[in-house]
């Protein structure tokens, strides 16, 4: 049942802005079966359900009935509410506008919805901290004090359990609980790890930074380099010779940032490069329009639009350079707006009415993102940064104090209970940190739709952690 909602939500999304997409071919003379398909061929998050409606189709099936299918197998009302809307629309022909009338009304819906939880989210990230750094401080004073004071001492072997299972599993929980609670973003999907295009993107950075080199080869020899200079600092630096092995991670994540900051500013440029487009006079071919956005000025954009003027020069049909564009990069918006440009080229439709109101839909989408962005980044900051700040310190300042703490007659037997705590507590607080850090690392990740960023947050706030806790405790000491 979590499951199928978690589902549901996922597809509602992106299913409004899909929606309209319907809308505006049907408005461009697009045949229905044609409009489906190719929101069917797009990356919307119900791409896929779409995709078994076109070929129920494919196979025989109505079309109403497809998608009266589609809609059965979609546990949500405002998924039940658009397949109705689409059926009504194929059955009395009608335009688009109904179409993208109700799907505008589901995007302030969305919008409402998520301000509405952002109130929720930012409490729960404080429980998080709560649970996080509180609850292991007044159990670190229990101990010490129920162990000198009310003879109820508590063994080492305990705290390593209460730190290394009992924190992580509730923090776990409540992580779920978070994630599972939290609305689905319109942010970008991941490409898979070292896949075809994720592969043709890093060699396209590669050249824009001026190496011209494959990914493959320089990651070997990165690889190879630091495993040299690791082993020849061994010598020296003992275990911290470790981190420089982490160099080749390190390289690939930043230039995985780098693609992600050319494609936030490429989907930046996009409303206003469209609607420079629609004012172009009518009837200008396609190849015309691709090359006055690479004359324009629009930076990555710009930039983009340009090779994709040069390969059509040199003989290559348009919609293979446009094609190619859209393997060079990763940013869903550009994906929608190529397959917009191709469907028009396609069937020699003009496209200023479709191109305009598409810079429309993605100026509201990116106004829609970044609201959402910036909801999230309260919680990202709290949990991560706030987090690996405070947790640190208000565990170092409580070793602290405890430590100051005289067992009652300084027996030996209670000078030996409390170092024995202060010793098992000091080790089994910095496993936690290193848990911690681990778990708020993929927790982000998580929220951002890039999971195996986690190594990067990891390997970033890792050695801050530990330095910020090594740090306060001995200012603690010295106080």
């Given at each position: 049942?979590?499951?199928?909602?978690?589902?549901?939500?996922?597809?509602?999304?992106?299913?409004?802005?899909?929606?309209?997409?319907?809308?505006?071919?049907?408005?461009?003379?697009v045949?229905?079966?044609?409009?489906?398909?190719?929101?069917?061929?797009?990356?919307?998050?119900?791409?896929?359900?779409?995709?078994?409606?076109?070929?129920?189709?494919?196979?025989g099936?109505?079309?109403?009935?497809?998608?009266?299918?589609?809609?059965?197998?979609?546990?949500?009302q405002?998924?039940?509410?658009?397949?109705?809307?689409?059926?009504?629309?194929?059955?009395?022909?009608?335009?688009?506008?109904?179409?993208?009338?109700?799907?505008?009304?589901l995007?302030?819906?969305?919008?409402?919805?998520?301000?509405?939880?952002?109130?929720?989210?930012?409490?729960?990230?404080?429980?998080?901290?709560?649970?996080?750094?509180?609850?292991?401080?007044?159990?670190?004073?229990?101990?010490?004090?129920?162990?000198?004071?009310?003879?109820?001492?508590?063994s080492?072997?305990?705290?390593?359990?209460?730190?290394?299972?009992?924190?992580?599993?509730?923090?776990?929980?409540?992580?779920?609980?978070?994630?599972?609670?939290?609305?689905?973003?319109?942010?970008?999907?991941?490409?898979?790890?070292?896949?075809?295009?994720?592969i043709?993107?890093?060699?396209?950075?590669?050249?824009?930074?001026?190496?011209?080199?494959k990914?493959?080869?320089?990651?070997?020899?990165?690889?190879?380099?630091?495993?040299?200079?690791?082993?020849?600092?061994?010598?020296?630096?003992?275990?911290?010779?470790?981190?420089?092995?982490?160099?080749?991670?390190?390289?690939?994540?930043?230039?995985?940032?780098?693609?992600?900051?050319?494609?936030?500013?490429?989907?930046?440029?996009?409303?206003?490069?469209?609607?420079?487009?629609?004012?172009?006079?009518?009837?200008?071919?396609?190849?015309?329009?691709?090359?006055?956005?690479?004359?324009?000025?629009?930076?990555?954009?710009?930039?983009?639009?340009?090779?994709?003027?040069?390969q059509?020069?040199?003989?290559?049909?348009?919609?293979?350079?446009?094609?190619?564009?859209k393997?060079?990069?990763?940013?869903?918006?550009?994906?929608?707006?190529?397959?917009?440009?191709?469907?028009?080229?396609?069937?020699?439709?003009?496209?200023?009415?479709?191109?305009?109101?598409?810079?429309?839909?993605?100026?509201?989408?990116?106004?829609?993102?970044?609201?959402?962005?910036?909801?999230?980044?309260?919680?990202?900051?709290?949990?991560?940064?706030?987090?690996?700040?405070?947790?640190?310190?208000?565990?170092?300042?409580?070793?602290?104090?405890?430590?100051?703490?005289?067992?009652?007659?300084?027996?030996?037997?209670?000078?030996?209970?409390?170092?024995?705590?202060?010793?098992?507590?000091?080790?089994?607080?910095?496993?936690?940190?290193?848990?911690?850090?681990?778990?708020a690392?993929?927790?982000?990740?998580?929220?951002?739709?890039?999971?195996r960023?986690?190594?990067?947050?990891?390997?970033?706030?890792?050695?801050i952690?530990?330095?910020?806790?090594?740090?306060?405790?001995?200012?603690?000491?010295?106080?």
């Amino acid at each position: 049942m979590k499951f199928a909602k978690s589902r549901a939500m996922r597809i509602e999304s992106d299913l409004p802005i899909a929606i309209r997409s319907i809308g505006i071919q049907i408005n461009m003379k697009v045949p229905f079966e044609s409009a489906l398909k190719n929101v069917a061929d797009s990356n919307y998050q119900c791409s896929y359900e779409f995709k078994k409606v076109v070929n129920m189709v494919e196979g025989g099936a109505t079309i109403p009935d497809s998608l009266r299918q589609m809609a059965d197998r979609v546990d949500s009302q405002i998924v039940k509410k658009l397949i109705v809307q689409l059926i009504h629309v194929y059955l009395e022909g009608l335009d688009g506008s109904e179409l993208k009338h109700s799907a505008d009304e589901l995007i302030n819906s969305q919008r409402f919805r998520f301000k509405e939880f952002s109130a929720k989210l930012n409490f729960m990230s404080l429980m998080f901290i709560a649970v996080s750094a509180i609850a292991p401080t007044m159990y670190l004073a229990y101990v010490v004090v129920a162990g000198l004071y009310l003879d109820s001492p508590t063994s080492p072997s305990d705290i390593w359990f209460i730190f290394i299972f009992v924190f992580p599993v509730v923090e776990i929980l409540l992580i779920f609980y978070i994630k599972y609670s939290t609305p689905s973003v319109l942010t970008n999907v991941s490409e898979p790890l070292f896949s075809k295009r994720e592969i043709l993107m890093l060699n396209e950075e590669l050249r824009n930074l001026g190496l011209d080199v494959k990914f493959k080869d320089f990651i070997i020899a990165v690889s190879v380099v630091s495993s040299v200079v690791a082993i020849s600092a061994a010598v020296f630096f003992s275990i911290y010779c470790l981190l420089i092995l982490f160099i080749p991670v390190i390289v690939y994540l930043v230039l995985l940032w780098f693609i992600e900051r050319r494609s936030n500013e490429i989907e930046q440029y996009l409303p206003d490069a469209l609607l420079y487009a629609a004012t172009l006079e009518f009837g200008i071919p396609m190849e015309k329009i691709i090359q006055n956005i690479g004359d324009s000025g629009y930076h990555s954009l710009s930039k983009e639009f340009k090779k994709a003027e040069r390969q059509i020069k040199i003989g290559i049909n348009p919609i293979h350079a446009l094609l190619n564009m859209k393997d060079r990069n990763h940013s869903i918006l550009l994906d929608r707006v190529i397959s917009l440009l191709i469907q028009c080229y396609k069937t020699g439709k003009d496209v200023h009415h479709a191109i305009k109101e598409t810079a429309e839909d993605i100026f509201e989408l990116n106004m829609l993102t970044k609201e959402q962005a910036s909801s999230l980044s309260l919680q990202k900051y709290t949990i991560l940064v706030g987090g690996c700040i405070m947790v640190p310190i208000i565990l170092s300042v409580i070793l602290g104090i405890i430590s100051g703490i005289q067992p009652p007659g300084q027996d030996a037997t209670s000078l030996e209970f409390k170092n024995a705590v202060l010793s098992a507590s000091f080790e089994a607080v910095q496993a936690y940190l290193v848990i911690y850090v681990l778990l708020a690392s993929i927790f982000i990740a998580f929220q951002e739709g890039r999971l195996r960023t986690f190594i990067g947050y990891f390997i970033l706030f890792l050695p801050i952690t530990l330095f910020i806790f090594n740090v306060a405790r001995d200012l603690v000491k010295i106080v």
